[in-house]
């Protein structure tokens, strides 16, 4: 049973650094095709694909973000780890993290219940 | 402004088929990548709902499938049912920008 959650501060002050962690369970970030992704919605709003990583350490960020993103994994620890620095109010959101299969680009097959992480000061 | 664009909105009667389209350019679904669904009810992660254009998991009823030509794809669901009501989201690949990409998606309403 392939189960993913979420954790992280709910409240982020504006200019401070979002670290978020993803811990996973029911398959390895090691088998040869696997892959991690972060995605986030704002409130009422659209998803948006954020970062992957992928079973050989390859990462993958979002043109728009990508000076801003940090992905990383800890396969003995089944956990995949986002930064995102300088926070702004307009990155509050909920942030999922959700896993691919069969190398990128990829469908997104299980999602995490979401993390509501709120800037504000 | 999303890369794959989706009306906002759809709505059916009970029973009735719907359509809700996704629409691309040369650099994504026009490109060759996959299109993939996602089914977003109220209050709850999205799930996958069709992959590689046209497949679905198991799991996900015969009444939802999907298609793709040229630089569109689409996601019909016939004999509309209240459980249906949700917001739908396509996903592909950007070459441009090198990353995933989702549409801005559509709230489906059953009448």
């Known amino acids: 049973q392939v189960t993913l959650r979420e954790s992280g501060p709910a409240l982020v002050k504006p200019t401070r650094t979002l670290t978020l962690t993803c811990t996973f369970s029911?398959?390895?970030?090691?088998?040869?095709?696997?892959?991690v992704s972060w995605i986030r919605q704002p409130p009422g709003k659209a998803l948006e694909w954020l970062a992957l990583?992928?079973?050989?350490?390859?990462?993958y960020y979002s043109t728009s973000l990508k000076t801003r993103l940090t992905i990383s994994k800890d396969t003995s620890k089944n956990q995949v780890v986002l930064t995102m620095t300088n926070m702004d109010p307009v990155d509050t959101a909920t942030y999922y993290c959700?896993?691919?299969?069969?190398?990128?680009?990829?469908?997104?097959?299980?999602w995490g219940q979401g993390a509501l992480v709120t800037v504000s000061s | 402004q999303s890369v794959l664009t989706q009306p906002p909105s759809v709505s059916g009667a009970p029973g009735q088929r719907v359509t809700i389209s996704c629409t691309g350019s040369?650099?994504?679904?026009?490109?060759?990548?996959?299109v993939h669904w996602y089914q977003q009810l109220p209050g709850t992660a999205p799930k996958l709902l069709i992959y590689?254009?046209?497949n679905r998991p198991s799991g996900v009823p015969d009444r939802f499938s999907g298609s793709k030509s040229g630089t569109s794809a689409s996601l019909a669901i016939t004999g509309l049912q209240a459980e249906d009501e949700a917001d739908y989201y396509c996903?592909?690949?950007?070459?441009?920008?090198?990353?995933?990409?989702f549409g801005g998606g559509t709230k489906l309403t059953v009448l």
């Open positions: 959700a896993r691919g299969q069969g190398g990128y680009p990829t469908r997104f097959d299980y």
């Open positions: 029911g398959f390895s970030l090691s088998t040869s095709g696997m892959c």
């Open positions: 990583i992928d079973w050989d350490d390859d990462k």
């Open positions: 040369s650099s994504n679904i026009g490109a060759g990548f996959d």
């Open positions: 590689g254009n046209t």
């Open positions: 996903q592909s690949y950007d070459s441009s920008l090198s990353g995933s990409v």
